[in-house]
Nanobody, 127 residues
Framework: QLQLVESGGGLVQPGGSLRLSCAAS????????IGWFRQAPGREREGASC????????NYADSVKGRFTISRDNDESAVYLQMDNLKPEDTAVYYC????????????????????WGQGTQVTVSS
């Protein structure tokens, strides 16, 4: 059974950092594009960052570019999102997601292309 499990969310002050982890099981994560969406209260789910399968590149929403870094560990079937210089507007539930479409990260990481979702982890940026 395909499964994605997120961890690492929490409460952080503005300017702080968090690292989200996504553990993939039940499938070969190297064959999937994997990334992160986020959804704030009252707002649509938006793609934050995505990393392609194989040796493909990564993609970032303009709102997080330069502050967030996505990486994957194929040996451990894990994907990470390092979030630095966090802002209150980054407050949201963050979801790990996977797509069988190898090019799903480009040009935009869209929910319509996702085959599997994690349960989500809350990130709150507040003083």
């Amino acid at each position: 059974q395909l499964q994605l499990v997120e961890s690492g969310g929490g409460l952080v002050q503005p300017g702080g950092s968090l690292r989200l982890s996504c553990a993939a099981s039940g499938f070969s994560s190297t064959d999937y594009a994997i990334g992160w969406f986020r959804q704030a209260p009252g707002r649509e789910r938006e793609g934050a960052s995505c990393i392609s399968s194989g040796v493909g590149g990564s993609n970032y929403a303009d709102s997080v570019k330069g502050r967030f870094t996505i990486s994957r560990d194929n040996d451990e079937s894990a994907v990470y999102l390092q979030m630095d210089n966090l802002k209150p507007e980054d407050t949201a539930v963050y979801y790990c997601a996977a797509s069988r479409i190898w090019s799903a990260c480009f040009p935009t990481w869209s929910p319509e292309l996702v085959d599997n979702w994690g349960q989500g982890t809350q990130v709150t940026v507040s003083s």
